[in-house]
C-alpha cells in the first residue's frame, strides 16, 4: 500500500468523557469534538512539552479541543473545571496516540 492512499484531510470526530465521576457530577457524559488526524506541528509541539510548566500543555489542548463547528471551547474568557479539563486532556491524548 502506498502513504498517498493512508493520507486524508482530517474528520472531525466527537470524544465522550463518561466515567462514573463525571456521569455522577454532571448527570450525563459530556461532549467535545477534536480532529481525527492533528499537523505535525501539534505533535512536535506535544513531544516538546516541558512536563514542569503545565501551562505548556494548556496552550497546546487550547487546540485540540473544539465544539461541533471545530472551533476552539477553551480561550482567556471560557475555562473548564481542572478535573474534567484534565479528562479532556487524557481522551484527546489517547486519540493521538491511536
Same mark, same amino acid.
Given at each position: 500500500?502506498? /502513504?498517498?492512499? $493512508?493520507? #486524508?484531510? =482530517? &474528520? /472531525? ?13 454532571? &448527570?450525563? #457524559? ?8 492533528? =499537523? ?6 506535544? #513531544? *516538546?512539552? !516541558?512536563?514542569?510548566? =503545565?501551562?505548556?500543555?494548556? *496552550?497546546? @489542548?487550547?487546540?485540540?479541543? +473544539? !465544539?461541533?463547528?471545530?472551533? %476552539?471551547?477553551? !480561550?482567556?474568557? *471560557?475555562?473548564? %473545571? %481542572?478535573? /474534567? +479539563?484534565?479528562?479532556? $486532556?487524557?481522551? @484527546?491524548?489517547? $486519540?493521538?496516540? &491511536?
Amino acid at each position: 500500500m502506498k /502513504l498517498s492512499q $493512508i493520507s #486524508a484531510k =482530517p &474528520k /472531525l470526530i466527537m470524544v465522550t468523557i463518561d466515567d462514573n465521576e463525571t456521569i455522577e457530577k454532571y &448527570k450525563e #457524559a459530556i461532549t467535545f469534538h477534536t480532529w481525527d488526524r492533528q =499537523p505535525m506541528e501539534i505533535f512536535i509541539q506535544l #513531544a *516538546n512539552v !516541558d512536563q514542569t510548566n =503545565p501551562s505548556s500543555i494548556i *496552550n497546546i @489542548v487550547h487546540k485540540l479541543i +473544539l !465544539d461541533e463547528k471545530g472551533k %476552539p471551547i477553551l !480561550d482567556d474568557d *471560557n475555562m473548564l %473545571p %481542572p478535573s /474534567l +479539563l484534565m479528562k479532556a $486532556i487524557t481522551k @484527546v491524548t489517547e $486519540i493521538l496516540g &491511536k
